[in-house]
């Protein structure tokens, strides 16, 4: 099978209100996300897939929404302290760690996925030398 990866970077905030450190206060991140997607190439444009696609689908499911914003947990009750925020906000299930924010591409990012590929692994820096990843469970 060959694969091939897309590196994207986006700038946004987060706060994950239940930390018992730091972290619980709101801060910003310069994410660095790769999308690795796998298959067999197309005989037609002998490609496993377009860039192109791989950067549309990902500006439109998550850039977009999640670029210079706020990401919050939004079943998290302390969420209430943060409504008079004016900035523009993101909410996912869960506190915005990088692990849920790659359950959370991957969920949006499945769907738009042909069928003669499949989403190998999602890789996200926090920072420099800090990342999560995501791979599809096996059964």
Request: proline content about 4%; glycine content about 4%.
């Amino acid at each position: 099978m060959l694969s091939v990866t897309k590196q994207f970077r986006f700038e946004a905030a987060h706060a994950i209100l239940n930390y018992d450190g730091l972290c619980k206060n709101i801060h910003g991140h310069s994410y660095i996300l790769h999308v690795t997607i796998g298959g067999k190439k197309d005989p037609e444009t002998q490609m496993v897939i377009d860039f192109k696609l791989v950067k549309k689908w990902v500006d439109e499911t998550f850039l977009t929404h999640v670029d210079h914003a706020l990401i919050l947990n939004h079943n998290n009750p302390e969420i209430s302290a943060l409504e008079s925020y004016v900035g523009k906000k993101y909410f996912i299930n869960g506190e915005p760690t990088a692990e849920n924010l790659l359950e959370t591409i991957a969920e949006l990012l499945l769907p738009k996925l042909p069928s003669n590929t499949k989403l190998l692994k999602l890789k996200l820096y926090e920072t420099e030398s800090s990342y999560a990843e995501w791979t599809p469970d096996i059964a």
